[in-house]
Every structure is written in structure tokens, then in C-alpha cells.
């Protein structure tokens, strides 16, 4: 009983710690789009609001934006930022994603169609977590890439 009771509080403690891990990430919140300072390329979507949350023990990451046609997207994923590919929903262009921490303010992502690789790149945030930088690589449904480089202020 006594080992049930050690490993019930041990498995809380650890929740309990990642949940407090998660709320002080530098990712966590909303970020919005600067415009102006972002250099993307031609067909290059847009994604104007990207918010990071708690869901439990995972992160849930919502895009709000525009595709190359200028139609809204709405995607959400689900998951932990530990590289292994977790569904994506809403999205015409890739059916999974993963993130993996680099550093306490750097995350590099990968987007996936059908196991292909369609989207790949980092995520920084400046270290008064003021800022968001995504600089990725989108190859487009012709096989043109496409180079982008997003600026975010926190919102």
C-alpha cells in the first residue's frame, strides 16, 4: 500500500510539473502577425494569430490565417513538444506535425502530407518573450518551395 501511495505521488508531482513547465514556456499565448516586418514569399500563407495553450499534459497550438488564395484557415494540433508527429486538423496541405524544443526559447517543426515532409523550419522567441520569429521552408502542391519569415508580437 505504502509503494501505491509513493507511486500516486510521484505521478502527481510530475503532472503537476509539467503543467508549471508548460505555463512558463515563452511559446505560451498569442502571437500576432507584424506584417510589416515579415518577408514572405509569393503563395505564402499567412498565419495572422497562433495561440499556444495548456490541454492537459499537452500543448494545443490554434492558427488563425489566410491561404495563398486569400480563403481563411483555421488548423489546431495537439500534442508535446518531443519531435514525434502528432495529427493536425483543418488543414488541406499537411495531416501531421511535430515540434521539438532546441532551447528554452527555440522550437523546430515539421510538417508532414501522406509521410511526406511539406513544411519545415524554427520558431524563436526573443528572450523578453516579447517576439516570435519563424523562419520555415513550404514546398507547394506544384513542388515550388517557398521560403517565409514571420515576425510575431505577443498579443
Known amino acids: 500500500m505504502k509503494a501505491r501511495t509513493t507511486a500516486l505521488t510521484l505521478a502527481a508531482m510530475c503532472f503537476l510539473g509539467a503543467a508549471v ?10 502571437w500576432k502577425l507584424n506584417e510589416a516586418k515579415s518577408k514572405l514569399g509569393p503563395g505564402a500563407p499567412k498565419n495572422t494569430t497562433v495561440v499556444y495553450e495548456a490541454a492537459g499534459d499537452n500543448i494545443k497550438v490554434t492558427v488563425e490565417g489566410t491561404n495563398s488564395a486569400g480563403n481563411p484557415t483555421h488548423t489546431e494540433w495537439t500534442g508535446k513538444m518531443d ?26 517543426f515539421t510538417e508532414t502530407k501522406g509521410g511526406k515532409v511539406v513544411t519545415s523550419g524554427r520558431i524563436a522567441v526573443s528572450a523578453d518573450g516579447k517576439t516570435r520569429t519563424v523562419t520555415a521552408t513550404e514546398t507547394d502542391s506544384k513542388g515550388k518551395k517557398i521560403h517565409m519569415t514571420s515576425f510575431y508580437d505577443k498579443g
Not at 513547465?21 to 498569442?30: C, E, N, V, Y
Not at 488543414?91 to 527555440?106: K, N
Open 83 to 108: 519531435g514525434r508527429e502528432y495529427a493536425v486538423t483543418g488543414s488541406p496541405t499537411s495531416d501531421m506535425r511535430s515540434y521539438r524544443m532546441i532551447g528554452t526559447h527555440t522550437l523546430s
Open 21 to 30: 513547465a508548460f505555463a512558463q514556456s515563452p511559446f505560451m499565448g498569442t
